[in-house]
């Protein structure tokens, strides 16, 4: 909190709100801002512990960076002093050293949702007050819904029944973005303009706080969606820049700035141009997100201290990068690795939008096959993704096609330093969900009992376990629809069982039943993995751990087909009754089994 005695100067603001003593890094970066703030000739304290180190005055002359040493400070509250001014600022007690923090790993199952999009809360208000012309209209599906994070909160149970253990938001910081003329707002959250408050539609830090605790509680873990490569347009930072280099700005012909060409293999191209490069990392990701200059070092301690501030604030167990590749690759090793050094148990996923495994591989800590090291421990598996999308509307092959294609992604898993720590998924926002616009459960069955069982850390995207649908093709909300019950009024409830249709019933029952045998499975979480090229259309793949096997068996045509037991007696053994976890019904190894149509068995014993 910042309080300030009554004088000539006036600060608006200073970020961190407040800081922790106890950091490994005890250095904390203060941005001050308040109308002509620069030219301000000293700045001192005299709190024991705490000194400063320098001031750094910036392009902007309302902005100044004071840098300060806390390493012997004490909680309390410190008095800065401007001049003659006292201002008071708010040093804490850190609740836990940095290595208790323990992020998600393949144990765990993340279940990604938009805040805007699942439940609304009890007492939620329609219009706050001070922020920019929006609307809450569900009938549209560009604007926003009212979903908040009370909503997620009252449903936490339904999260433990259906078996998932880790929670990712899509961001929840302010996106104080006016609803345009064409009728979309930033309800998905990716143009932050305040990087310390959460969306006042959303509620305030005290209710993510309470979220977080009360998931703790029930064993679920809370991912923090970030976004570091680009704000929001109505951010101050693009008004007032605090210096000339803080946004990328480059020169067009009309003045402005460069869009960014999408394009991601100039920045691990060992023959990429220049000019490529920069129109990858230095464009603007859309005009309404300025692209920040993470080569600046003074915005990179601000956006390094902002992932500290906000663990220690709230309790977030993970963060998921949005965009990672569009960023200066140097500024977010330096983020990553100091991020590791204070949290060396922590997670952080990047969203790395390739499709090649050797591109994807190469952004994960201690890759052999990138110059710099990222320090980023997971990575997304977009070509699972990629191949799934394929492979579920194709014939399995003797080759190529069909889940021959999960086969001949899964074989370069030797360029990822840790296979165990790549993210996998069937869908997520920005695509299509898996079943388009139909509702093929036999196929959604067979993807997920693939994502479940192999050596990946799963995401599920909500909805998913219901037989939600959608597509891209018209506009994003329709992949973003409500989940059937979270809002007033609505007059089906997909959160109890009661409320569901027989199919979805069968869909999350079916579902649950699997995630629940994951948890704490010693099989999927250290066990050895062994897959076989598919044969006949069947594709199996096999975990062990000590002693212990598990068997995906899948089908991968639409006729009814075989598998040949003989050509999998290493994993099998002398195994002959085993259970299927998916149906409890229990099957003979001692001969061929005979297999269904698209038809998926997890066998265990």
Request: with cysteine; proline share 5%; glycine share 8%.
């Amino acid at each position: 909190m910042l309080t300030m005695s009554a004088a000539k100067i006036k600060i608006d603001r200073i970020e961190p709100t407040d800081w922790f003593v106890g950091m490994k890094n005890p250095t904390v970066q203060l941005m001050v801002y308040g109308q002509g703030i620069r030219d301000v000739k000293d700045v001192t304290t005299d709190y024991p512990g705490a000194r400063i180190d320098s001031l750094v005055r910036l392009d902007s002359p309302n902005y100044l960076l004071i840098y300060m040493n806390l390493r012997n400070a004490q909680p309390g509250t410190m008095t800065l002093k401007f001049d003659k001014q006292k201002v008071e600022y708010q040093l804490k007690q850190r609740e836990m050293k940095g290595y208790k923090r323990m992020g998600f790993t393949n144990a765990d199952v993340l279940y990604m949702l938009m805040p805007d999009r699942f439940a609304q809360g009890a007492g939620h208000n329609p219009q706050v007050k001070g922020m920019r012309s929006y609307k809450e209209d569900r009938t549209q599906p560009s604007l926003r819904h009212g979903g908040d994070l009370n909503g997620i909160r009252e449903h936490l149970d339904y999260f433990c029944d259906l078996g998932v253990t880790a929670l990712w938001l899509t961001p929840v910081l302010e996106n104080d973005s006016p609803d345009n003329e064409n009728g979309f707002s930033t309800y998905h959250g990716y143009a932050t303009t305040n990087y310390y408050r959460v969306d006042p539609r959303f509620g305030t830090n005290d209710d993510y706080r309470r979220l977080c605790d009360e998931a703790h509680a029930k064993g679920l873990k809370v991912v923090m969606d970030m976004i570091f490569n680009h704000s929001g347009l109505e951010h101050p930072w693009t008004s007032d820049m605090p210096s000339k280099d803080w946004l990328n700005l480059e020169p067009t012909p009309g003045g402005g700035f460069h869009l960014t060409s999408y394009k991601l293999t100039p920045v691990l191209d060992p023959y990429a141009s220049k000019v490529d490069l920069r129109e990858t990392v230095d464009g603007w990701f859309v005009t309404t997100m300025p692209d920040l200059n993470q080569r600046n070092p003074h915005l990179m301690t601000y956006l390094i201290q902002n992932s500290k501030w906000w663990i220690e604030t709230v309790g977030i167990d993970g963060i998921r990068m949005d965009t990672y590749p569009y960023a200066d690759a140097d500024g977010m090793a330096r983020w990553m690795k100091e991020l590791d050094d204070e949290y060396p148990n922590f997670n952080t996923v990047g969203e790395t939008w390739v499709t090649e495994p050797a591109y994807t591989a190469a952004w994960q800590k201690d890759s052999k096959l990138s110059d710099t090291n990222s320090y980023l421990k997971t990575v997304m598996d977009f070509s699972f993704f990629d191949k799934l999308s394929q492979a579920k509307n194709e014939e399995t092959d003797a080759w190529w096609n069909g889940l021959n294609r999960l086969y001949n992604s899964f074989v370069y898993d030797y360029l990822y330093p840790n296979p165990s720590s790549v993210m996998a998924f069937i869908d997520n926002h920005d695509t299509d969900r898996f079943l388009g616009n139909g509702c093929d459960s036999q196929m959604l069955k067979q993807a997920l009992a693939l994502l479940l069982t192999v050596n990946r850390i799963p995401q599920l995207y909500y909805g998913t376990e219901i037989l939600m649908n959608g597509t891209k093709e018209v506009t994003d909300g329709n992949v973003r629809k409500d989940f059937p019950g979270g809002f007033p009024g609505d007059p089906h409830n997909a959160f109890t069982k009661e409320g569901r249709t027989k199919a979805e019933q069968q869909m999350f029952q079916w579902l649950s039943r699997l995630l629940h045998w994951r948890q704490n499975n010693d099989i999927i979480i250290r066990g050895t993995q062994t897959q076989f090229i598919p044969y006949e259309g069947v594709y199996v793949i096999a975990r062990q751990y000590q002693g212990k096997v598990s068997l995906t068996v899948l089908n991968g045509t639409t006729k009814p087909a075989v598998m040949k037991v003989a050509r999998y007696q290493e994993v099998i053994g002398s195994a002959t009754r085993v259970r299927d976890v998916l149906t409890g019904r229990y099957y003979d190894l001692s001969s061929d089994l005979s297999l269904k149509p698209r038809q998926s068995l997890v066998l265990s014993w």
